[in-house]
Structure formats: C-alpha cells, structure tokens
C-alpha cells in the first residue's frame, strides 16, 4: 500500500500546511490489526494517525454542505451499490471486497476535532457525518471514536448532522441529547426498502431495516430530529407499487420527520460490485439496467421523477412528519416541529455524493 506516500491535494483538509503544499494524509504509518471474534473475522483494521479531520468539500461537488468528518474509512456494512467504494482505490486497496474488510480507523479522530474547533480560523460551520462512509459501521462498537467527536462538538457548540445506517447510534443518545441542548444536530437513516430477504442480498453488514427505522422512532422519542433517506431505490428490485407504499408506510409509522427518496446511482467502483451481483443474482434483469445505466451513472429523469413524486403522495397520505396523536407507538413525543436535516439535502445533490 502507498499510504506513507499519500497525499491529499490542496483543496481538501485543513492539514495543508498552509503553504498551499499538500500534505501526508497519516502523520504515522498504518497499524494492522485483526480481532478473533465472530463479528470482525476477515476484517482488518489499519489504525492511522490523520494529519487532519475536518475536512472541507471541494466547491465543485455541490453538495449542501461543505465540512465533513469521516473517521473510518471502508466500511464493514458492505452494501453492494456503496457510492464510496472508489475512494478505497485510493489508498491502494480494491473497492470490491477490500472495501467490505479493510477498515482504515482514524484512531487519534476525537482529539483533532477539539483541536481543529478550538482553532481561531475555524468559523463554527455546520459538520455533516456519514456522508463518505458510516460512522456507525461496526468497528465503532470496538474503537469508540464518535463519543469523543460528539462531545467535542457539544463542548464547542459546534453543529452537526449524521446520516447513518447503523443502529449503534443509540449507544450515544445521551450525548446527542446534551448537543442537542446547546446547538442544531439533525439525524438521519438511510433505508431504502423494507423487504427482508433484499436487505440480506444488497446490504449484507447493515442491521435490519426494521432495526433502523427504530432507530428513528428512538431518535425522535428523545428529542433528536432524525428523518430518512429512502435510499437507494432499486429498479425492478424494490421499486413497484407495493413495495414502495410499504415502506414508506413503515417510514411514517417510524414518525420519521421526513421522507426523501433517492434513486441508485452506479458510478465507477460502486458500478462494477453491483453489476457482479446482478449477473449473479438476477441475470434476467441485466440488459433493463443496462438500458437504464447505459449512458451514465443516472438513471433517466423520468424514471426519478416518476419514483420521487410516488414516494412523495405515499408520504402525504401516510403523514410522513405529520405530529403524531400523544401516546401512539413508535412516534416521537418531542413537541417540535418536524424539520428536514440541517442542512437539508435534496434528492439531485444527494445524487452527486
Ligand atoms: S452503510 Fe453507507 S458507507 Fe457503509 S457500505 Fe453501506 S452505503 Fe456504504
């Protein structure tokens, strides 16, 4: 691997050295790790000492937010249609398999973020979570880096959102509720269909997606937004009538405080990985995404229109983010309005991740 020569360039990180030099992206080399327990077999951990951890979001991909942290790297949810899996490429390794089991931890992740919000240059922007890969993905649940990032951002009051598939979450609703106290955090959960025997297939690591939208419910019961990312639709695989209104009916029994659906998108890494499973799976199915993906990594407009404006009647008649009558199950008892997430994501910047 060519870590120890891997630079960032000047447009990403704060870490560069200001002398419009890039700089090393690890200040040390990688330490390789393994642990014998059923959960983390085949999986293994490169803990790194980042240089920097709040990163800035090159201007030209518009997105709705400009600094991220992202601790991990790869991701052990393994979902076969992962937007991220290029970036492990980037660091020598595959965006296939390496990308399910080669964890890269920024294990020094909590002290940087005190460091870089105590820095006088720093303006106190909000901070997305989870937009490159999951920061609840289960290496967390052995290294514990989010309770210390958390509590920095709390400490500086600091805003933030975090979009996530995991349902470690909850293990730090506490601090969530105490930054919630003192800034704006905003949650959210991707779950893109509820069929069971799909999520196995597509989403292999992830906990269910029932698990996920009680998530939600808990989330919003204690008084932290969180909404969700219908994410990704898969043509031909979750996306008919039926399977559609049942998920978003489950969304709205969730008391999730929105609802926004998002298309699958194949881009180069992601592209290959899927397409495998595909051929694999449902070979009958290749040539309707070929016609589909044949020219790009969108599907058509149509095809998102007519999804996005199904999913958003489905949403209305459901009451998705409608206030739930007090005492219903499962929806939240935080009297504040619904809201979408800070900042608020549409479907085509979403698309651009
Ligand atoms: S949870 Fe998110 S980051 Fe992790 S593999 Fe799935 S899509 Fe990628």
Redesign the pocket.
Known sequence: MRWDALRLDGGIGTGDGGQGEPAPLFARSAVARTFDTPEFRGVTFYEIHARSIINRVPAASRVPFEWTINPYRG?????R?????KSHEYLDLDSGRD??SKIVVKVNAPELVRRELAAPRWGGHPIAM?T???CY?RAEGRYRLMPGILAALRDARNPFSIL???SLILRDLGLLAEAAEVTDVSTAV?VGFTDESLWRAV?P??PSPRKRLEVCATLNAHGIPCGVLMAPILPYLSDSPQALETTVRRIAEAGATYVTPIVLHLRPGAREWFMAWLSREHPRLVPRYLELYGRGAYAPKAYQERIGQTVRALARRHGVGRPAPPGARGHRSDPRPASPPAPAMTPEQLTLL
Not at 81 to 85: D, G, L
């Open positions: 991701c052990t949810h393994a979902c249609y992962c937007f991220a899996r990308f399910d989870g490159n890969v999951d993905q996530t598939k995991g991707s989403e690591g992830t």
